[in-house]
């Protein structure tokens, strides 16, 4: 066996070949992240027959590579970067260079500390990019809507009222798409005003809706400012291409998750949304052999502190690990106990003993990470009424 240690970097990746018996064959050398960097390292390689490579997975970076690899046959082992964290810690200088982290990476896949790509993966790779994605847009949505209720918060901040404390709605996207202040509402003619929200709103709001706004308008102390009219209407155009562009992220994701047939979703509460993040962040299964070393992944576990007599009365959690992964088990945690009696009953349990609503549900993270481990280890459906 020979093993091929890979430092991921932006442009330039370094790569080193030691045989099993720990002899160094090529020593470190840089090769580009381009596709003539990339024939460079099949050149130095290709005549190991058998070998395997190994890469921390550290982020993005190493997508392009690991798709470049699989697709000619190498057996690649993705390794968690804490692993060669705690190799580097173990030395006792603790150096981190390129070509020293080569080496630790081999030193992980000799101590079988990785997880081989598979089809599925590259799969699941496409998936972790989409959740993630789909997140970070949902973010950026929410600062465009703080941004869009503050300038109504100048020009109308009667209108909340209106809309029942909910501006975020197609009927006063429209509104506000064509008439961006309280003056230019007051000045609309009542025809016109009542056909665009009888229009967007399937009936909701009629005539008589119509001229309470109207009157609405009238009486607002909303500043007149064509500025902020002007910003209102871009934050509008924002909003909807981020809701167009969630659904089409959705769209992919239900693609990929039907694709993969996961028995994630049939946890009460997860979507193909929370499915996805989930699975995608873990990854495969098999890179921990318990329960805890899952939670512990997700940052959920605890961090225990105690010194001589000294023992902390409370715990919180290490908030290590993958971010997305714990933000999807929270969410996951906190439908499950309104969907599933078990956990509805668990939830209660934990508040009768004197446990905060967010104590007793990082309890119920903890149970549900221990069912998440065992349905996807035994490919098994959810079976916990």
Known sequence: MVYIGIDIAKFKHFASVVSSDGEVIVKPFPFENSRQGFMKLVEEIENFQDCLIGLESTGHY???????????????????????????????????????????????????????????????????????????????????????????????????????????????????????????????????????????????????????????????????????????????????????????????????????????LTIPGVGYTLGAMIISEIGDIKRFSNPSKLLAFAGLDPVVKQSGDFQASSMKISKRGSTYLRYAIYRVAFLIIYNNETFHNYYISKRAQGKTHRVALGHVCNKLVRVIFKILTDETPFNLS
């Open 62 to 264: 190493a997508e392009n590579l690991i798709y470049f690899l699989y697709e000619r046959g190498y057996r690649i082992g993705v390794i968690n970067p804490i692993q060669t964290d705690a190799l580097r810690d173990s030395n006792i200088r603790k150096t981190k260079t390129d070509k020293i982290d080569t080496k630790l990476i081999v030193q992980c896949l000799m101590l079988r500390k990785y997880s081989l790509v598979n089809s599925q993966d590259i799969n699941i790779i496409k998936l972790r990019r989409l959740s993630r994605f789909k997140l970070e847009t949902i973010q950026q949505q929410t600062r465009i809507k703080t941004q869009l209720t503050a300038c109504l918060d100048i020009v109308f901040p009667e209108l909340s009222s209106f809309f029942k404390g909910n501006l975020h709605l197609k009927v006063s996207y429209a509104l506000l798409e064509k008439y961006s202040s309280a003056k230019a509402i007051a000045h609309c003619r009542i025809d016109g005003l009542t056909n665009l929200l009888y229009d967007n709103s399937r009936g909701h709001y009629n005539q008589d809706k119509a001229l309470q706004l109207k009157v609405l308008a009238k009486q607002s102390i909303g500043l007149d400012n064509p500025a902020i009219e002007l910003q209102i209407q871009c934050l509008i155009k924002q909003l909807r291409l981020y809701q167009k562009q969630i659904k089409d992220i959705d769209l992919s994701i239900m693609t990929l998750m039907e694709l993969l047939n996961s028995p994630i």
